[in-house]
Structure formats: structure tokens, C-alpha cells
């Protein structure tokens, strides 16, 4: 079951990503993430409130925010601290990267958690776990071939180590989900709407400082629907993936692998929406990282 809901998480995630693109071409970054986490804490919101005065009626149907002990809103703190840099990274680099190049590489995200997952949760890959990841990697550097016949350059152009660094980060935050929804016991509308609410007192202190005494730059930002679609479509994906992560013998190296297939959406899609370049070459790649996440998901079958 976990992994059907991990597939129904990549739906989510392709479709959000989309939105993603759209929210932040040619606008300012911060005040887009900042709307994004502010309609995702918006959609959570009425589910805290009936939490508070109608308990048994949001038990009843599963959408319950637990009270929690402040050592805990320390634990939640620190995935907001994680997601924000990652964020900031990878909004910046999809603002200067087309999308057929930045979720690719986002698409390495499972190797770093599979690295992890075998550290620190001593999950066992069996071999072909191990073709999937080395594959998804291969894939993702014939991506930087196509993307230099985009004018860019891997190696001198910064927002591509941005995305790297935002990949990273993002992997650790799935790895830090497991230890909140299995050791912490956390359920997922309570880690998500906390979650929310101290990103968005992050970004404000952040805005306050490069974004809120510049005067040009607010100028520059462009209200769009798709703001308030990133966020309710992320919420959504969080939902499914965190109640993945509550069944015991979910994986959590696979279940980030399985994310992966969001890409069908961001490069079959996305690369028409957006008009974007090479995406029949693209499509080799593409076939090669989901080649990867196949032999991941059904090495145990």
C-alpha cells in the first residue's frame, strides 16, 4: 500500500512542479515561496481550528493536529530550517534552468537518501536496488551533455551547483521525515502544519532582510494563481508520502525513488508548455532514470 500512495505523492509532485516553473519565470523568488508555504499552512488551517474545538469530529475522519511537547516543535524547527535552504536553492535555480534540466537532477535526490537509508537506517538494497540508483545517476549526467547545448555550462554555471546543493538537502529532509513520522510518531497533518508555520516565520525574517527595504524588487513581483496551486498541490503530495512513511515497512530509500516518476509530468509536459529545447533527446535520459526507479520498485517482487 505505501507505495501506491508513494506514486499518488509523485502526481502531486510532477503537477506542483509545474506550477512551480509558472509561479517563479521571470518573478521575484522569495515572496513566491513565502505565498506558496502561506496557502499550504491556509488549506491546513481549518483542520488545526476543529483540532481545537471540534477534536473528536477531526479524529473521525482522520485529519486530527495532535498537541505536542515543545521538544518536538524543536524537531519540526529543524526539517523547516533544512526545507528552507533547500527551497531558496532550488527556486533560484529553477527561475535561470529550464525545468528539463533542474528535475533531473533533482532526480538524484534517491541516491543521496539511499546513501543515507543504508547508514543510518541500515536498510539492505539487493543488487538490482543497486542498478536502479547507479543508472538514475549515469542518466542525470547525460543530462548536463544536453543541457550545454543550452547554453549551460555544468561546471561554470552556479545555479546548477545551486539545484545540486538544493538536491542534497532535500534528500536529508527525507531521511529526518522518517525518524519524525516513525520514532517521533508524528502524523502527517500535524508535522505539516507545524512545518508550515515555522517556515513561514523563517521566510519572513529572511524577506525581512533582502527582500521587504528593497523597493525595486517588490516592484518586480508578480502576482499568480499558480502561487496558491504550488502550495495546496505540495501539501497534498506531503500528505500521501508522510502517510506512506507511517507504515512500518516502508522503505524509505525506495519510497524517495519512487517520487522520481514525477518527471514523466515535468519533461513530457513541461517541455511543451514551457517551449524548452532538445526534449526528444531529453526523452533518452528520461527513459534510463525511469528504467532505474522500475528495477527499484519491483526488485522485491
Same mark, same amino acid.
Given at each position: 500500500m505505501w507505495m501506491y500512495l508513494g506514486l499518488l505523492a509523485a502526481l502531486f509532485l510532477g503537477l506542483h512542479n509545474l506550477c512551480k516553473k509558472h509561479a517563479v519565470q521571470g518573478n521575484e523568488v522569495f515572496p513566491v515561496l513565502l505565498g506558496t508555504i502561506t496557502s499550504g499552512f491556509l488549506l491546513l488551517l481549518p483542520f488545526f481550528i476543529g483540532s481545537l474545538y471540534f477534536p473528536e469530529y477531526t479524529k473521525q475522519i482522520g485529519f486530527h493536529i495532535t498537541k505536542i511537547p515543545w521538544k518536538t516543535h524543536g524537531f519540526i524547527f529543524i526539517k523547516s530550517m533544512i526545507m528552507t535552504a533547500s527551497w531558496v536553492l532550488a527556486y533560484q535555480a529553477l527561475k535561470h534552468l529550464p525545468i528539463t534540466i533542474v528535475t533531473p #537532477?533533482? &532526480?538524484?535526490?534517491?541516491?543521496?537518501?539511499?546513501?543515507?537509508?543504508i547508514l /543510518?537506517?541500515?536498510?539492505?538494497?539487493?543488487?538490482?536496488?543497486?542498478?536502479?540508483?547507479?543508472?538514475? #545517476?549515469? &542518466?542525470?549526467?547525460?543530462y548536463s551533455r544536453i543541457g550545454k547545448k543550452?547554453? /549551460?555550462?555544468?561546471?561554470?554555471?552556479?545555479?546548477?551547483?545551486?539545484?545540486?546543493?538544493a538536491t542534497f538537502l532535500g534528500a536529508s529532509s527525507g531521511l529526518y521525515d522518517k525518524f519524525l513520522i516513525q520514532n517521533v510518531a508524528l502524523n502527517p497533518q500535524t508535522l505539516q502544519f507545524w512545518f508550515c508555520?515555522?517556515?513561514?516565520?523563517?521566510?519572513?525574517?529572511?524577506l525581512s532582510v533582502l527582500w521587504f527595504p528593497n523597493s525595486e524588487k517588490r516592484k518586480k513581483f508578480k502576482w499568480r494563481w499558480t502561487i496558491l496551486a504550488v502550495g495546496v498541490l505540495l501539501q497534498t503530495a506531503d500528505y500521501f508520502y508522510f502517510k506512506a512513511l507511517q507504515d512500518p515497512d516502508a522503505l524509505i530509500m525506495l519510497l524517495s525513488a519512487i517520487k522520481r516518476s514525477q518527471i514523466l509530468i515535468a519533461v513530457l509536459i513541461g517541455g511543451f508548455v514551457f517551449k524548452e529545447k532538445n526534449k526528444r533527446k531529453k526523452l533518452v535520459p528520461l527513459l534510463g532514470i525511469m528504467i532505474g526507479v522500475f528495477l527499484i520498485l519491483y526488485s522485491n517482487t
Open positions: #537532477i533533482r &532526480s538524484a535526490g534517491p541516491f543521496f537518501t539511499f546513501i543515507g537509508a /543510518i537506517y541500515q536498510e539492505k538494497p539487493n543488487f538490482l536496488q543497486w542498478i536502479g540508483f547507479f543508472l538514475i #545517476i549515469f &542518466s542525470v549526467m547525460l543550452e547554453g /549551460i555550462h555544468f561546471k561554470s554555471n552556479k545555479w546548477i551547483y545551486a539545484i545540486i546543493a508555520w515555522y517556515t513561514i516565520l523563517i521566510l519572513l525574517v529572511v
